[in-house]
């Protein structure tokens, strides 16, 4: 580098420092991108910009990374560490050409390869970003523009605290070398790969152009699904044409997004400032996926749980900060009140009414406009649940959605469509209180300003948030193993509903919903939860509850449940210091030490804690459980016993394991179990360990009540074979309230009419339903006889006392009609 260029670039450091704050995508590139800072790194920039250049080194010097403005030695060669791949452009415009000095760059890195079979060059493309306007429809420019100095200068000015440094996966010469030679052919097909790259980026971070909403609007009108379900209307209800229009407009204005960008970059800052009020840090995990999946051109389908109104923000706010495109997000059209409704409406919400059946024109308008935003190219957000989950758990998921998404791939979308499962948590939920009266039999609150008012004065420091991407689900790939000939099905005017789209749907939510359980995400609190009301007294001293924690995090670490679930990496005593000190529990102290409890409302308010996470200890519970119980069993005891109740469990809590991956996942955690100490194994038995029966019986405890709700159910069929399925549902339901207020079982999930509606479907799946759905009686029996052996005796008895309760107040058979 000459005298004159250091001097140049000093001067214009100095502006650059004051005016441009940066944001690094990804935070951490040398995980992320799995750099290695022992291998040259040669930085790819898509245009010769020395202001791009200094906020490069600005931003690689705060990462830790090689400085690109300084020189790397290859094999006693001096190379720049920078490489530009198209020319700059000046206020006359640009040829966007291979800079000369560039070309010689790429063919004496390949020259040196082919010299040195060891050698291996790393390419880190990097690129710029000076704001993420989209622009509108119809604009003529082209997505990746070069800016010549006026321009630059500007962009500096307009947006430069808006500026995002964004590196990519490196690309290996090694590789080029050897599959493709290294002639100066390769040299300009390596520059031609990095242009494509770039542009893909910045339409990845920017997204597709925004439409102009009128223009939209004359679009759907136009489409022939609508125009056909118009006139049908139209003439069907006698009715002037026009009329039906101007109701098909009027429901598209209900419906339709009107997205602001500036909104978004406002709202950005708005929200950097609420998150540090409210949390401590938001978490988020395996955004590196979804950048590619993004900058690969597929069509994303974020569905996360939905634990709170929070969601809606937390999740946009999150792609915003990882250089990606906040999503069109469907939501109640409950919460199209003033204030909120606009400026949702502007930050990307589209709203949906909670039931459109038998409203053709409705859903034909509705099934319209989510094929353009899927055949535009924007990401759209939906919560597969329908709802926020009260209990903690993940709810049966709602359909509805997932189905026209399907039907709008029956269109003929040219681009994959993928749906990326989202694991959002919380150490704390607002409404997590209000839940709990609603779960007691409270009326729901309409949404309205006074309620935003309320919830604003009640902000405070919440701990920390998690927002964790699981495995994406790739829709193309899906259809072609479940239905190889759906694409038969393709009517890009008005698709048909194919008798396979129900099952495919159905089965789809189910995995869905299941990756997003396998990105779950433990913490302090959640974990603690788990401990306290696993206890009898809702109470462990500070020593039983570290001892406790630490079993459950070795549980998590040296078995992990899945490779998307992210653990803390504190110590026990730590987590339970950070979860004492968010001021939900009691802690007493006496002359031995500390005391951690939990009072009744707590109790009841902390239920919805664990329930986040109960599925990550389902079967080591489980398997401490039966240990417990027997005392003494063999390990093909313990497998055969867990098989017959998995298929519950999985169905209820949404397990990950198949049956073929479930005894290998079994013998895993009895091995930690065995580890720990928790439990002895003597060749082929296994029994309980006296010295260590405290942390056992703790860990044993979580699974207890999901077994007494299958004890109720199972007793019930056998004492009552031809139990009509609504009357099943509807008597365990109330014998397990009966049974939480004699036992103290302060879990609203427990009597929650759903999961025993789930329950008896999955007795009907595996057979001890007949067709007639009446008990099988030799399965039922042997079932109910394994449940009876889990559970306590006093739990026994009080089954048995309601069931004899109930059967005298049934009339006998020569009583009269009162």
Request: aromatic letters at 8%; charged letters at 25%; hydrophobic letters at 40%.
């Amino acid at each position: 580098m000459s005298r004159w260029q250091k001097y140049s670039q000093s001067l214009l450091n100095l502006p650059l420092s004051l005016l441009v704050k940066t944001r690094t995508i990804p935070s951490d590139p040398v995980s992320e991108l799995e750099l290695d800072l022992d291998r040259p790194i040669i930085y790819t920039l898509p245009f010769s910009s020395q202001t791009d250049l200094l906020t490069l080194s600005a931003a690689a010097k705060a990462l830790g990374l090689p400085d690109p403005l300084e020189s790397v030695v290859i094999n006693g060669q001096v190379f720049p560490r920078h490489v530009f791949v198209a020319s700059s452009p000046s206020i006359f415009g640009s040829d966007g050409q291979l800079p000369a000095s560039s070309l010689t760059l790429f063919t004496d890195l390949l020259a040196a390869h082919k010299a040195d079979p060891q050698l291996d060059v790393q390419l880190l493309p990097a690129s710029v970003l000076w704001g993420r306007k989209p622009g509108t429809e119809g604009e003529q420019k082209p997505i990746l523009k070069a800016l010549n100095g006026p321009e630059k200068c500007f962009a500096v000015l307009a947006q430069g605290r808006d500026c995002m440094v964004r590196l990519s996966p490196t690309m290996s010469l090694r590789f080029m070398a050897d599959k493709h030679g290294t002639d100066n052919a390769i040299a300009n097909k390596l520059a031609r790969v990095a242009k494509i790259h770039f542009s893909r980026q910045k339409l990845a971070a920017a997204g597709p152009r925004l439409p102009q909403r009128q223009a939209l609007f004359n679009r759907l009108l136009a489409s022939k699904a609508i125009d056909k379900v118009v006139r049908e209307e139209a003439e069907s209800r006698d009715v002037p044409l026009e009329k039906v229009r101007k109701e098909a407009i009027d429901m598209m204005e209900e419906i339709a997004a009107d997205f602001s960008y500036s909104l978004v970059r406002h709202g950005d800052r708005f929200l950097s400032w609420l998150w540090n009020r409210l949390y401590k840090g938001i978490n988020v995990s395996n955004a590196q996926r979804v950048r590619q999946l993004a900058q690969d051109g597929h069509e994303i389908v974020y569905v996360p749980c939905h634990r709170s109104h929070m969601d809606y923000l937390l999740l946009s706010y999150v792609l915003y900060q990882e250089g990606m495109v906040p999503p069109h997000i469907a939501a109640g059209i409950n919460l199209n009140f003033f204030p909120a409704g606009p400026i949702f409406r502007r930050g990307g919400a589209f709203f949906i009414r909670r039931s459109f059946k038998g409203n053709r024109l409705y859903s034909t308008v509705f099934r319209e406009y989510l094929g353009e935003l899927f055949a535009k190219g924007y990401s759209v957000e939906y919560f597969s649940e329908g709802g926020r989950s009260r209990t903690g758990r993940l709810l049966a998921p709602k359909t509805g959605m997932l189905s026209m998404t399907i039907q709008a791939m029956l269109r003929g979308l040219n681009r994959p469509v993928t749906l990326v499962p989202v694991y959002i948590g919380y150490e704390h939920v607002m409404e997590v209180a209000t839940y709990a009266k609603e779960l007691r039999g409270k009326r729901k609150e309409k949404e309205s300003l006074g309620q935003v008012l309320r919830t604003l004065r009640k902000l405070r420091n919440f701990g920390q948030g998690y927002v964790n991407f699981g495995e994406p689900i790739p829709l193309n790939q899906y259809l072609n193993e479940q239905v190889p000939e759906w694409r038969q099905h393709i009517d890009p005017i008005e698709p048909a509903r194919p008798q396979w789209l129900n099952p495919v749907v159905n089965s789809l939510a189910d995995k869905m919903m299941t990756h997003i359980n396998d990105a779950a995400a433990t913490n302090g609190l959640t974990l603690c939860a788990l401990a306290l009301l696993a206890s009898r007294q809702r109470a462990l001293s500070r020593e039983e509850l570290e001892q406790q924690i630490d079993c459950y995090l070795q549980l998590l670490r040296n078995t992990p449940y899945s490779s998307d679930c992210t653990q803390p990496s504190d110590t026990a005593a730590e987590l339970v210091e950070h979860a004492i000190s968010m001021d939900k529990f009691m802690v007493e102290r006496d002359s031995l030490g500390d005391i951690v409890s939990l009072d009744r409302q707590q109790s009841l308010l902390m239920t919805y804690y664990r329930n986040n996470i109960i599925h990550l200890f389902a079967l080591p519970s489980l398997i401490a459980h039966i240990v417990v119980s027997h005392q003494r069993l063999s390990r093909a005891e313990m497998h055969r016993q867990i098989s017959l109740l998995y298929p519950f469990l999985k169905a209820e809590l949404y397990l990950r394991f198949d049956w073929a991956d479930l005894p290998e996942a079994i013998d895993a955690w009895i091995d930690e179990l065995i580890r720990q100490r928790l439990i002895l194994s003597d060749g082929n038995e296994l029994s309980l360990n006296s010295v260590r029966i405290g942390p056992l019986q703790l860990l044993g405890n979580t699974i207890t009540e999901t077994l007494q709700r299958y004890a109720i159910a199972l007793t019930l069929l056998r004492s009552e074979p031809q139990l009509m399925k609504s009357d099943l549902e509807q008597q365990s339901q109330m014998m397990a309230q009966r049974l939480s207020r004699l036992h103290g079982i302060n879990a609203p999930e427990f009597f929650d009419k759903g999961v025993f509606s789930a329950m008896v479907k999955t007795l009907r799946q595996e057979g001890y339903l007949n067709e007639d759905n009446h008990a099988v009686s030799r399965p039922v029996a042997s079932l109910a006889d394994l449940l009876a052996d889990l559970v306590s005796p006093e739990v026994k008895l009080t089954i048995q006392a309601v069931m004899n309760r109930e059967e005298k107040k049934e009339p006998g058979p020569d009583s009269a009609d009162g």
